[in-house]
Structures are given as structure tokens and as C-alpha cells.
């Protein structure tokens, strides 16, 4: 069953659990956010969709019979083509979620993503590390994204090391509520290097990792939620 999106907001509502995706409606690029009921009975969520600045510009109502599926194509149901950043989905049920990732007809990748969104002030750590690997080769370039779920500030840094272990450069970031920044890492190296991206924040930040070959076509999209370790 496919669900309806609709181009203006949905209004707020308490809910139990938040979820973060995140979607690509840009140019040649369109995502399916898929929900599945865990309950033996009925739920709903709110599914919103915001652009890089924060601003919502899409919302839908979805209603799932018990382990029930439903997909929400949010370019072509929505239009807000020109557009990618969070996907938040509220809901006071048990549910699994996936995004679907696709550059023209081609469906790319598939990401599990249930980890729920935690509110900023029930946190009991000083900081949250996360990480993620880049190559930038003749045959391999990424792109970082670092997405902001909360309605609050998010701050950190962000460390980048080459493959031998050496610091490359260092970045401070804050991040406005739900926005969304994107990072060309070539910037920071001067020669083809892969190697390690450390991620240490206030708030568990949700990264965005894409693949692209040499031609600059994407291969691969990868969203890194978990954090590896906590700041007491």
C-alpha cells in the first residue's frame, strides 16, 4: 500500500517514539520512506519531511493495520523535488523503518533506520561519537551530511584522519534544529586519501555518508545513526 504525502504541513501532535531518515529529492534523485507496523494493532505516524534549512515542506498521516506495510514516495507523491534533508516519523506504536534511495530509475540503496530519536534533555552523556569511512581516489569521491533531528541546537566537531592515522583537519559545527549541512571532503585533502571520519557532538547527530565513482555519479548511500562511544 502506498501512502498519500501531501505538499503542505501536517500540525504537531504529541507522540511516543520519533524516528530520523533522511531523504534526497533533488534533481535526479527521489526517495520511498517505507513503514511497517510491529504491533498486533492498528497505529498511526506522522511522516515530515524537511529541506536543508529546516523548513518543513511536506507532511502525511499514515494509518497501518497490525504488521501492516506502507510506502511513501516523497518526490513523487510530495514534489519537493530541489529538496533533501531529515525525515522525522512520530508515532506512538512500535514500528520498523527503511528509506529507499534511487538516482533516476535506478534503485541504489536501502537503509534500516529504527533507532529512536531520544528527547535532548532526558540525556544523560556529555557527548556522542560517531564515524564513518571516506575515499577520495581517482575512482572514489564522498560526500558527507550531517543532519540535525532535534527541535534544539546541536553542536560538535568533526575530526578527519587519512589512512596512516594523521589528523587532517578539524571542525567545529552548530547546527540549527533540523537542518541539514552538507561537507565535500576534497576540501580537506590534498592528495587521493581515504581513510576516517570522527563525528563527537552534544546530541546523537545522524550522518549521511554518499558514494560516487569517478565519473561523479552516486553509488551508494549509507546513513551511520549508532553511536561507537560516550562521553560520561
Known amino acids: 500500500m502506498v501512502a498519500t504525502l501531501c505538499g503542505t504541513v501536517m500540525a504537531p501532535r504529541a507522540v511516543g517514539r520519533a524516528y530520523a531518515l533522511y531523504h534526497d529529492s533533488t534533481e ?24 536543508a534549512n529546516g523548513d518543513e515542506v511536506a507532511g502525511a498521516d499514515v494509518s497501518l493495520a497490525a504488521f501492516a506495510s506502507e510506502a511513501v514516495f516523497l518526490t513523487l507523491d510530495a514534489g519537493i523535488g530541489g529538496a533533501s534533508g531529515l525525515v522525522r516519523v512520530e508515532t506512538a506504536g512500535r514500528i520498523a523503518l527503511s528509506a529507499w534511495y534511487a538516482a ?37 569521491m564522498t560526500s558527507l551530511s550531517l543532519v540535525n533531528p532535534y527541535d534544539e541546537l546541536l553542536r560538535g566537531e568533526m575530526y578527519v584522519y587519512s589512512e596512516a592515522g594523521k589528523r587532517v583537519s578539524t571542525h567545529g559545527f552548530e547546527l540549527d534544529s533540523r537542518t541539514t549541512a552538507v561537507i565535500s571532503l576534497d576540501q580537506d585533502l590534498e592528495d587521493p586519501a581515504w581513510g576516517m571520519v570522527d563525528v563527537h557532538c552534544d546530541a546523537p547527530v545522524l550522518l549521511v555518508t554518499e558514494y560516487f565513482d ?17 562521553d560520561p
Open 214 to 230: 569517478a565519473a561523479g555519479e552516486l553509488i551508494d548511500l549509507d546513513l551511520v545513526s549508532s553511536v561507537y562511544l560516550l
Open 104 to 140: 533516476g530509475e535506478e534503485w541504489l540503496a536501502v537503509e534500516n533506520a529504527t533507532g529512536s530519536v531520544l528527547v535532548v534533555e532526558e540525556y544523560a552523556y556529555t557527548g556522542y561519537w560517531l564515524t564513518m569511512n571516506y575515499a577520495n581516489t581517482a575512482s572514489r
Open 28 to 51: 535526479g534523485r527521489s526517495t520511498a520512506i517505507v513503514l511497517t507496523n510491529l504491533d498486533d494493532s492498528a497505529i498511526t505516524a506522522q511522516v515530515s519531511a524537511f529541506d
